[in-house]
């Protein structure tokens, strides 16, 4: 499909369903507040798993097009990446170790490409993961292989963090194709943890890699269930082990895994995360390469603020709805 010319500065989310995401009601608001003044956001929305012809398309449009300045990448980070990896001038090393990207950005004519979710899935998971929490014996299990997944595995198994790491990583995935990819990308690492790979087309499949995991794991659903799609990658006869971590990466959706998890958070001792914070360190972590700005803590403290003022709006509204 053509994209029309900018006749200003345009920012592009390349999503599924972009219209849905808070960021472009919010954006605007972080723009005037990032003195970003005239810039506007756009999305661009394409299927899952769409043609190679469609990510080329996208990625030209902006390399071409002097008032587009960049893109956030979701959902696509890995398919993007496969297919239009030859438009980029330069390429992170994160980029090119997990072979998928979030950040498009232009410097001087060039055109770069870069992984984000290493560095903001690592600033989510350090407000909410207690200092020396795998000394407790807990595993991790993420559902989905994708390039969030593959994020949280370089963060969880970083060499700094010592002996504080999980002793066993379990990857689920509802094809075969895309856990032999992250085997692939992960055995890159350098560490002591051990990885495992599972074929989990339905989620009793799930449920049964659940049953086995030890107290105080981190259980993560890094599918895009109850976000682009609905459901949950578990039943809801799934229990989750107890004093867990549990970490739904959408913030909204119909979010039916963090309703399940957040049924048993009482009785099972749960500790449960939406994905609302790493959204944030997200977006933010990509304005700054597609803007060329820093934004420290104090900044994103500010921007953080804004936004859930805005999200406080919204359920301000739907409360009066009813």
């Known amino acids: 499909m053509p994209y029309e010319p900018n006749d200003r500065p345009t920012f592009y989310f390349i999503g599924v369903t972009t219209g849905s995401s808070s960021i472009m009601k919010l954006f605007p608001l972080w723009a005037e507040e990032l003195g970003l003044a005239g810039a506007r956001i756009k999305g661009m929305d394409l299927p899952i798993h769409a043609d190679p012809e469609r990510y080329r398309e996208a990625v030209s449009f902006i390399k071409n097009d002097p008032n587009a300045l960049g893109a956030l990448v979701t959902t696509h980070k890995i398919d993007l990446f496969r297919a239009a990896r030859g438009l980029f001038d330069e390429l992170d090393g ?31 998971m ?61 055995g890159r690492l ?61 913030y909204r959706g119909d979010l039916l895994f963090l309703q399940q998890a957040e049924a048993q958070k009482a009785e099972r001792g749960l500790r449960v995360e939406d994905g609302w914070i790493y959204f ?32 406080q709006q919204g359920q301000n509204r739907k409360e009066e709805a009813r």
């Open 94 to 124: 994160y980029a090119v170790q997990f072979e998928e990207l979030s950040s498009i950005s232009k410097d001087g004519g060039r055109l770069l490409g870069a992984a984000k979710d290493p560095i903001s899935s690592g600033l989510a």
């Open 126 to 186: 350090e407000a909410f993961i207690p200092e020396g929490h795998w000394a407790r014996g807990g595993e991790t299990f993420l559902m989905g292989a994708g390039g969030s997944a593959l994020a949280i595995c370089s963060y969880l198994t970083r060499p700094e963090h010592g002996d504080n790491v999980p002793s066993r990583i379990v990857i689920s995935n509802r094809s075969q194709a895309r856990l032999d990819s992250a085997r692939e990308l992960l």
């Open 190 to 250: 350098d560490t002591k943890t051990r990885f495992e790979y599972r074929l989990c087309p339905e989620p009793a499949d799930n449920d049964a890699v659940l049953s086995g995991l030890p107290e105080f794991s981190l259980v993560v659903n890094a599918t895009g269930l109850g976000k682009d799609r609905p459901g949950s990658p578990l039943t809801n006869e799934a229990k989750f082990p107890k004093g867990s971590l549990v970490w739904e990466l959408n």
């Open 280 to 311: 944030l360190h997200g977006w933010t972590q990509v304005i700054q390469d597609v803007f060329h700005l820093r934004i420290d803590r104090p900044t994103f403290l500010r921007l953080e603020r804004i936004a859930k003022e805005l999200q």
